[in-house]
């Protein structure tokens, strides 16, 4: 099982980052356009307090394909996309 955490200063209030992180169509502002992110069920407008983290676990298998599949590309792809969410909060909170 594989594990990424990844976490981010970000330049901002607490209601300016409750206001963006509370309304789930923003995850579409941070998340790379070749992942064809699509939300596919009824969303509320906006989420209440809770607890949130991401933490991603994601297991390719323990065969020799899977290792394969880890070291050529599956790692690679999930190290990439949490950069990209990285790069696009850093931009969208900038101005």
Do not use: C
């Not at 990424?4 to 579409?28: C, G, H, M, V, Y």
């Not at 969303?43 to 297991?59: A, I, V």
């Amino acid at each position: 099982m594989h594990k990424l955490k990844q976490e981010q200063f970000l330049p901002i209030s607490l209601d300016q980052a409750w206001d963006f992180f509370a309304t789930p169509r923003n995850l579409n502002e941070v998340t790379p356009d070749d992942m064809v992110f699509e939300i596919t069920s009824e969303l509320p407008d906006k989420m209440y307090e809770g607890l949130m983290t991401d933490l991603l676990h994601y297991d390719i298998g323990k065969s020799f394909i899977g290792w394969i599949a880890g070291k050529v590309f599956v790692h690679n792809k999930v190290k990439d996309i949490f950069a990209y969410r990285h790069k696009s909060l850093e931009t969208y909170f900038s101005s």
